[in-house]
Structures are given as structure tokens and as C-alpha cells.
């Protein structure tokens, strides 16, 4: 697989000459299997740049778009991606449904007149939706599974297998607490039941979902000090991140979904901090924070 990141950011782009490193725009990876099929992770403001380039090498293009969920960070991007305004093309947007509201009526509310100018029926490729829980389907000749994270709302983590090779994909996610979980109300009682009932350490739930990924790419919004002030909010802080990728024995980890306050120095700070805790603890992984237009083959 190949992989490219278009948009490293959580909750809202965040421009700028101090972010101008690592990126700022939401959520975007690009993979290509290794047929030269594409799938892309999360339609946030980078898929953008990623619709651009596409339209530019003028081929006729049929991609699989994976929305992990419908917050503004993760489907923003959409209604500006070029290849969906091209006949012939076509897209087919995998996620998950929000309590009676389908996934074609989550992305196409946002193109809402009120919104915008354009309606999602008149995209002029062909764009089809596949709705999943937790589930376990064929994407071009890959499998992929889904399973449900702890994140508010109904929040989908992804592992795709192609080749012997396999990538985890787990954009927002939060340590879960069975104490923590009595305090908030942003939960979806049916979420939580699925981490309530899981026997042992709840967080092995998504742990052994990930295991022995040949690459992980997970939520790193906060630095442990913010993550103190944001209990609740669905998101990890790097340790945590640290602890998954170790204990699920994936080869490599990238850092992602990095909060809107931390600046390129910051960051390159906790990289630092990171490969000292790895050291600590004799975690072996490969450890890459994700930035904007780099990537990787495995
Ligand atoms: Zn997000």
C-alpha cells in the first residue's frame, strides 16, 4: 500500500505560517493498494488538494471514500472535490448512520442550499453509499473492517487488508474509562455498551480490533497536560496513542488528528517527547507524525 497525507488536523483547519510543517487542514490520507485501486481516508478540507491533483492527471476516477464519522473535520472537504463534479467518475462514500438519518442525508445536508451552492444530486459523477456498523465488507479486493470507537456520536475506526498487508485507521478515539463514562452524556448509550460489556481492560476492545496492523494511524490531539482539561471530548493524547500502538504490536505508528493549538514547534516537541517515552518503556515501532503531503509504502 501507499500511503499520503492531505490533512493531519483535527476540529478545524488551521492555516498559517506556524503550521505551515506539519499542515493545516483536516482530516485526508490518501491510499493506493497495491493494484493501484484508491481509497481515501476522511473527506476533511485536505481531500481538496487531494480532488485537485486527481482532476489534474485527467484520468476517469473510482475511488472509495471512508468518512469515520460526519463531524465537520472529517466531510468539510467534500463538496470540494473536483472529481465528484466529473461524469463518469465514480464514488462510494463508506460510513456510519447517525440514529434514523442515513449517511447519503449526512453528506448531503451539508450541501444544503443554505450551505452551499451546489446540491449532492447534482454531482455529476456517480456517487453510491455503503452504510456499516460493525461490519466487515470488500472494498475493490480488500477487506475491510469497521468497528465502533470511543468518540461521540457514532464514530467508525477502519483496518484495511490488501495483499498480506494491512493498515488501521483510527482517526478519533478517547481511553476509555468505565468511571469516566458514568460523568458525560456526548456517548451513544449503544457505543458504550459495546465497551461496557468487553471483558477485561474495555480499551482492548479497539486494541485487539488494531493488532498486529502493519501500520496504525491514531488520534493524537492533546498532549497529556491538555488532555487533563478535555476528559470527555473523544479524543487520545500522545501517550495513550503510545500505549495502543505498543500493546496492539504494530509495526508502525503515525501520530494524527493533531488539536488546532499545537504549532509546528510544538509538535516537533512532542515527537521529542515521544521517542523519549518509547525509549523508556523499549517500545520498538516505527514512529512517524503525520504531516501534510508526505507519505510512506509498506
Ligand atoms: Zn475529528
Known sequence: MKVKFWGVRGSIATPGKLTTGYGGNTACTEVYLDD??????????????????????????????LITHPHWDHIQGFPFFKPAFVEGN???????????????KLI???????????????LQARINFIPLKEDSIKVFDARLDSIFVNHPGFTLGYRISFNNKTLAYIS???????????????????????????????????IDFIRGADVLIHDSTYT???????????????????????????KKLCLFHYD?????????????????EMKKLKYSFELCAAKEGEGFRF
Open 36 to 65: 493501484g485501486n484508491l481509497v481515501i481516508l476522511d473527506a476533511g478540507t485536505g481531500i481538496r488538494n487531494l480532488g485537485n491533483k486527481l482532476a489534474d492527471a485527467n484520468n476517469r476516477i473510482k475511488a472509495y471514500i
Open 172 to 206: 478519533d478515539n478517547e481511553p476509555y474509562s468505565r468511571e469516566n463514562a458514568q460523568l458525560f452524556t456526548n456517548g451513544e448509550p449503544d457505543v458504550l455498551r459495546l465497551f461496557e460489556n468487553y471483558k477485561g481492560d474495555p480499551n482492548n476492545r479497539i
Open 224 to 250: 497529556p497536560e491538555q488532555y487533563s482539561d478535555h476528559i470527555g471530548w473523544g479524543h487520545s493524547h500522545y501517550l495513550y496513542t503510545l500505549r495502543v500502538a505498543a500493546e496492539a504490536g504494530v
Open 90 to 104: 465514480e464514488i462510494t462514500i463508506v460510513g456510519p448512520e447517525v440514529r434514523g438519518v442515513s449517511l447519503a
Open 260 to 276: 488546532p493549538v499545537l504549532d509546528d514547534d510544538a509538535l516537533d516537541e512532542v515527537v521529542k517527547k515521544c521517542r523519549k
Open 108 to 122: 448531503a445536508e451539508q450541501m444544503n442550499k443554505v450551505y452551499f451552492p451546489v446540491k449532492l444530486s447534482e
